[in-house]
């Protein structure tokens, strides 16, 4: 047995197969020299006799295996990713945590979907989770002993919205890496699973266009959202732009028609068209996002929703219409021309439309404008016709610029632009001298002292829509105007001898009515001689003008009424007022003279005969 051993440890004979401490070593080695040295000095002289021993020494060994990392700090998720605060799919979820190694190795963050023992990595390579990549959220890169290692993962939109992770720490150990036998999930907000918020789904966009300015126009929406949080579906929230330029919480720099309340699907908004607002088509651009700011992607996501507004009929207010007299005052309308048409009367109004003054062009909205001018006792209804027209009373714009040249038009610096609402207009317009005058206060003064003149208006727009007929709220007067002339420049009453005399008053002149009213007249005159206007005083070569006398009608020389000197006096001639633009109302008077029998120079005598007209009572006309 002990010359087995010593072989042994001489390395004469096969070491023992398997593991061996360093402690049972140590111990049969003490044994052995125990027993052998008992021996040796037993036997002393007889070994002494056969051989020197020599005393040798073994070297031991012995492998220690790598031990695993420990957990410092324990794995959590960077930043939280939960039902409160959800990662977006495509955003990433990050991880950290602090090992130590017994080694000083450094070490790989695993994160697994599985809570089965990785498998740790092969000369210093990574460890990979418990059945393969498809279990495996993330792994960090290499970090050093107590230093800080994050994994990171790209989260994707067919990823659950829970999903479970566990952590686990491995070392990079290239003799036999190890992983920590205990995984972690974190605490708190920070720990497993993280969730995924996926974006909502935005299939259709439409509105209820077209719509009229002031009315209000809706866009309706088919969206939704799979996720629930909480036990609540997730919410959704449209958003209509005026441009293409939503932020991802809010339209941009172009404004906003409206946003929805958030709804658990299909979200809705509506918009109030302002006033004014131009008649043509508009873009808007449509986005959804859940409660969370996930913004839709693809479908309808800033789809263009094109909506229009209504062409309306542009509006005349009563009270905004006047009727002026030629140089553009309230003064009542005064005529000036015998005979003929005064021009230049003026209509002003204000138009709206709530199109806006300017068209979508750039040119008027409203395009042209029509009035009816008429005596009040007329009235409008009865004034809208060409049949209706007549000069004394009723001037309709349907009978035609030929017969009666009105125009119109809008005044350019009016209109401020497409936000301007309104635009002011003028229009002028000539009456005839026969036109009804309406001033005075008493059946005298005017036949119509209690009416007035007043005026429709109807506008058009570019869309040939067309106001309704407004008639002036307030109107003008028309005033008297007195015109007459004289169709007979000269009464001749033939040849008399001295102390004869005309038997009838044969000889007549004629006075028109050239303006607006009837006449009588006022006469006077000047004595006759054959140097007139140089006539003497003298019975034997003047004729005094109390020879000539006149009357209504061809009456006996000496019951007419003779004839006096300025200021003379009124003769009650009664001629109607003028109702036809084409000739005047006319009266006559008839003249006769005598020649007295003191004269004696002979040969032709010329004087003068003055016709003031004169406004008759207006119940004579």
């Known amino acids: ?61 012995v492998t220690v295996l790598n031990t695993p990392p420990n957990w410092t700090v324990d794995a959590q998720e960077a930043v939280e990713s939960s039902t409160s605060s959800p990662t977006n799919a495509g955003n990433t979820v990050s991880w950290t945590a602090i090992a130590t190694d017994p080694n000083s190795d450094s070490f790989y963050l695993l994160i697994c979907k599985t809570s089965s023992t990785p498998t740790a990595g092969v000369g210093g390579g990574a460890p990979s989770c418990a059945g393969g990549a498809g279990n495996q959220w993330a792994v960090s890169s290499l970090a050093a002993s107590a230093a800080n290692a994050t994994s990171t993962y790209t989260t994707q939109s067919s990823d659950p919205q829970l999903n479970p992770w566990f952590a686990w720490i491995c070392d990079n150990n290239a003799g036999g890496a190890q992983c920590n036998a205990t995984y972690k999930q974190g605490t708190g907000s920070t720990a497993s699973p993280f969730v995924v918020n996926h974006r909502p789904s935005f299939a259709s966009v439409s509105n209820t266009g077209p719509v009229n300015p002031g009315a209000n126009l809706t866009w309706n929406s088919v969206a939704s959202d799979t996720d629930t949080f909480a036990g609540a579906t997730d919410t959704v929230t449209l958003y209509i732009c005026k441009a293409n330029d939503f932020t991802g919480t809010a339209c941009g720099a172009g404004g906003t028609y409206c946003s929805s309340t958030p709804a658990s ?69 005064a005529l000036t021309a015998p005979t003929g048409q005064t021009s230049g009367f003026q209509v002003k109004f204000t138009s709206s439309d709530n199109n806006s003054c300017q068209n979508s062009s750039g040119g008027q909205e409203v395009q042209s404008a029509i009035i009816n001018v008429y005596r009040s006792g007329i009235g409008q209804a009865n004034c809208q016709t060409s049949g209706n027209y007549n000069a004394n009373n009723c001037y309709p714009a349907a009978v035609g610029t030929t017969t009666w040249n009105y125009f119109c038009s809008q005044d350019v610096s009016s209109c401020s632009g497409p936000t301007s609402l309104t635009a002011t207009w003028t229009c002028t317009f000539p009456l005839w001298y026969v036109a009804d005058p309406t001033d005075g206060t008493t059946a005298s003064d005017t036949q119509y002292f209690n009416q007035n003149w007043l005026v429709s208006v109807r506008t058009t727009d570019d869309n040939a829509a067309t106001s309704t007929l407004t008639e002036s709220s307030v109107g003008n007067e028309v005033s008297s105007f007195l015109g007459v002339q004289l169709n007979t420049p000269s009464i001749n009453f033939g040849a008399l001898s001295p102390g004869t005399n005309n038997a009838t ?23 006759m001689c054959p140097n007139f206007p140089s006539c003497p005083v003298s019975p034997t070569s003047t004729i005094p003008v109390g020879q000539i006398q006149y009357a209504t009608s061809a009456i006996a020389y000496g019951s007419g009424l003779s004839l006096a000197t300025s200021p003379g006096s009124l003769f009650n001639i009664q001629i109607h007022k003028s109702t036809a633009t084409s000739s005047a109302t006319t009266g006559s008077t008839f003249w006769g003279i005598a020649i007295p029998g003191t004269i004696q120079l002979s040969g032709a005598y010329t004087g003068q005969n003055t016709f003031i007209g004169v406004k008759s009572p207006a119940q004579t006309w």
């Open 505 to 527: 008053l044969s000889t007549s002149t004629v006075l028109a009515a050239t303006g607006n009213v009837g006449l009588n007249e006022t006469l006077y005159g000047l004595d």
């Open 265 to 333: 699907s299909n979200p809705s908004c509506s918009y109030t068209i302002p006033i004014p607002q131009q008649d043509k088509s508009y873009n808007s651009f449509a986005y959804v996002i859940d409660q969370h700011l996930f913004a839709a992607s693809g479908g309808s996501q800033s789809a263009t929703s094109t909506y229009s507004v209504n062409n309306v009929a542009p509006t005349i207010t009563s009270s905004s219409i006047s009727l002026l007299n030629t140089d553009g005052s309230t003064n009542p309308l």
């Open 1 to 61: 047995m002990i010359v087995r051993f010593l072989r042994w440890i001489t390395g004469k004979t096969q070491a023992p197969q398997g593991r061996i401490s360093v402690l049972i070593l140590f111990l049969g080695f003490l044994t052995a020299g125990a027993i052998l040295g008992a021996n040796f000095f037993a036997t002393d002289a007889l070994h002494h006799a056969r051989f020197t021993f020599a005393q040798s020494t073994a070297t031991t060994t």
